[in-house]
């Protein structure tokens, strides 16, 4: 596969860590355990085990839900960008080395991914949300459904 489609893959599963922190580890732990990505024999192989889809998909429902709470902070507030950044980089490294490329660029480019993700995600949604002058919770759902859709899609094209 064309080295450069891989580390843009790797980029763009960070951007949907950015928007949702735990959903790109979700998916591309499914990808493993479906095959879609080949991690064996990796440093990453845990990925595609049942428990870490279970261990993903759980976290990822529970972090939905709890964006859509009053007091969640901003996912541009250290709480929540480090774990933005965490699992930008995880999923990145696991697309690059299913992709045949150095797990370090794949933790690079799924960092960089997950604060541009984060930055971006949270400027259009705000600016949404205002051009239309509706409630966030409606907005957020779309990003919920974006975050997904998108996820799946880029997993599925490694």
């Given at each position: 596969m064309?080295?450069?489609?891989?580390?843009?893959?790797?980029?763009?599963?960070?951007?949907?860590?950015?928007?949702?922190?735990?959903?790109?580890?979700?998916?591309?732990?499914?990808?493993?355990?479906?095959?879609w990505i080949n991690l064996h024999g990796t440093p990453l192989s845990f990925m595609g085990s049942i428990i870490a889809v279970a261990i993903f998909t759980l976290a990822a429902i529970g972090e939905i839900v709890n964006d859509?709470?009053?007091?969640?902070?901003?996912?541009l507030s250290p709480g929540g960008l480090a774990p933005r950044i965490l699992f930008g980089g995880l999923s990145g490294a696991a697309m690059a080395v299913g992709g045949g490329q150095a797990l370090w660029l794949g933790i690079v480019l799924g960092i960089v991914g997950s604060l541009a993700g984060a930055f971006a995600?949270?400027?259009?949604?705000?600016?949404?949300?205002?051009?239309?002058?509706?409630?966030?919770?409606?907005?957020?759902?779309?990003?919920?459904?974006?975050a997904i859709g998108c996820g799946l899609f880029i997993v599925s094209h490694l």
């Open positions: 064309n080295g450069s489609h891989v580390l843009l893959l790797a980029f763009a599963i960070g951007v949907i860590a950015g928007l949702r922190a735990i959903t790109a580890p979700a998916v591309v732990a499914w990808a493993a355990h479906l095959s859509k709470l009053p007091k969640t902070p901003s996912r995600g949270y400027h259009i949604r705000k600016s949404i949300v205002q051009a239309l002058g509706t409630k966030d919770l409606y907005i957020a759902l779309v990003e919920d459904l974006v």
